[in-house]
């Protein structure tokens, strides 16, 4: 299919600062995608903004103008809404609108402010991508939710506690010398393991964090990019979007991800690759073992054997496929509705190589980014190939 | 909110009913995939003649968690214990009491009930030990 250069990315550094406001964090991140492009706003066609919890963060709804009119654009806007795969969808939706032919410059990426509100209120608002009768009435929470998924996994396949928080020092440390991410800070298994239990199996350094944050990309058509001398270094080669049923109570599986399977399957086929000719990956980590869920769905490892990875060095900066180069959201920040649109700007940078972990990757050429909602019943895969 | 102030859930409140009245049920398509309500189609065939069955005495438990940070609708109960059952060919989710937390485990036979949310006082499924 035709392929759609990213024209520039930009993102703010994810973190606590709980006064931002979303349209100003999105306005952060369009303006360093403006730079980035060398694209002035006045020529962006449409708008597709990423955003789960406005209503309950920020009593804020209608988000896609606004967050246009804040990116300093007149012209369609959507706000496009899939629990954590929001920006994700939105930069899918962009593709599309270029591959269609009918627009040549799409901003895309989204904003989420999260901790103006505190734990509990944010639990409950997070948990709002549950469903609200049979999940959330029961005292379902994410973690919980992913706590079953993981329990469920090691009943059937084995792996332990341990396995769970490599991965979590490994996105730790991927995060260290990145200056956007929420946590620039090394842990230690140990540190892991003794952390507070938020829900068995899960302690505290198991989850992505609450994060405030914004991330954008521009997506231009060929022709736009030929006619203007932008000479773009990577594009959009491949997408693909799935969904699975809302409660996992009502999955075929509890310790695997079929929308994440058949996403996966649509973006390969898209991109006319296979999962072995990914170089890097930015996947879904919000608990561990999502990192887990995700390296398996795509493709990279067998059902079960994506939960040694990490702790076998496979999956580390320096592994055969190092996966979640930008400290994942577990080290990166977890704001939901940019974190789609901030995996498209930090493996931009990471293919391009003007990113702080590009030289892991110096040789990469293809990479994929995971984007998953809720408990993946929402699921965007994206492949990113390098072109110039 | 007291229970007779709020507004029903349609299917949600009607299988909460039958389960108090000893006659809980489940939604079955002709395929034989069953479902919780409300349901108007079978998600999987796109079936619409679904029928209530009543639901097996005694599910298993497939998965389980101790839940110690809750939102506020929970603050008062935490810690918990949520778990996903089987019953027949429907899964439910709900939080298993009558037992020590610790000793919950997946292939647990229970029993399914209505209780009662501490912190709210909203209804809620629950499984005990059967």
Known sequence: MTRVPIAGVGMTKFGKSGERTAREMFAEAAGKAYDDAGIAPDDVDEVYYGNFMGEIAEQQGHSGPLAADAAGVTAPATRIESACASSGAAVRHGVNRIRNGDVDVVLVGGAERMTNLSTADGTAGLAAAADALWEVKA???????????????????????????NIAVKNHDNAVENPLAQFQMEIDVEKVLEAPTVCSPFGLFDCSPMSDGGSAALLVSEDYADDHGLGPEVAITGTGQNGDRLALQDRVSMSRAPAAERAAEQAYADAGIGPDDVDVAEVHDCFTIAEVLAIEALGFYEQGEGIKAATNGETTIDGELPVNLSGGLKAKGHPVGATGGAQISELTKLLRGDHVNSDAVSDAEIGLTHNAGGTVASCVVNVLEVIA | MSDDDRVRDNGYDDFLDAVEEGEPYYLESPSGNGWLPPRQMDPETGERDLTEEPLPETGEILTSTITNVAGPSFADDAPFVVAVAQFGPVRITGQVRGMDHEDVDIGQEVTIGVGENETEGERLVVFEPA
């Open chain 1, 139 to 165: 005292g379902v929470t994410f973690p919980g939710a992913y706590s079953l998924m993981a329990n469920r996994y090691f009943h059937e396949h084995g792996g332990s506690r341990e396995d769970l928080a």
